[in-house]
């Protein structure tokens, strides 16, 4: 399998971003280590990396910037996770989660049709592989409290606060939600 991976330097922090053929495969948050994701990566001896700026990790680049800048509230992005169907069932949950707002890990129990499955929830959570574009961090706590999240809570607190903001001058633009892209493999 060949992966191909480059860089978004961010005001926000250096963010990895990983594509194989089909689309996006891993996105880091801020602050996480990059060699160690492309190293997880590797596992697979027949796993060959590639340092490109591929088309769909030029446009993942961009989509994020605008999204960090507070000009982009959704993705059209070619994505490929790699997860287990009930995973891929939360994540694409998780992406109907309009911006701006939040949900609890039982109200996307409830969506994915496992009620009782909230910590199943959390881990598929905890799994997300594509953070931001797949947004994890708008799950919080019933309770409104702030919950677990990859990438520290003070980044997740900041990421909704950025989306708040936003929300109102976004509303009038033509879509206020993360959508799934018409071609998206999840």
């Known amino acids: 399998m060949e992966l191909f991976w480059n860089i978004l330097e961010s005001s926000w922090g250096d963010i990895l971003i990983v594509a194989d053929h089909k689309g996006i495969v891993r996105i880091t948050l801020p602050g996480e280590s990059s060699s160690k994701n492309l190293n997880s990566l590797c596992k697979n001896r027949e796993t060959i990396l590639t340092h490109r700026n591929t088309t769909s990790i030029a446009q993942a680049k ?10 982009r509230s959704s993705f059209h992005l070619e ?7 009930f995973q891929k069932k939360v994540w694409n949950a998780l992406r109907r989660i309009p911006y701006g707002q939040t949900k609890c890990y039982q109200e996307i129990a409830r969506a ?11 881990m598929a959570n905890n799994k997300n592989p594509l953070p931001i574009v797949i947004p994890c961090h708008r799950v919080i706590g019933k309770d409104g409290s702030m919950v677990g999240y990859a990438g520290g809570l003070s ?7 950025l989306e708040s903001e936003k929300a109102s001058s976004l509303k009038s633009s033509k879509s206020d939600s993360t959508r799934l892209s018409a071609h998206a493999t999840i």
């Open 112 to 122: 994915v049709g496992s009620p009782k499955g909230m910590r199943a929830v959390g």
């Open 155 to 161: 980044l997740k607190k900041k990421l909704l606060k």
């Open 62 to 71: 961009k989509q994020i910037m605008e999204y960090l800048n507070g000009k």
């Open 79 to 85: 994505l490929n996770p790699q997860g287990t169907d």
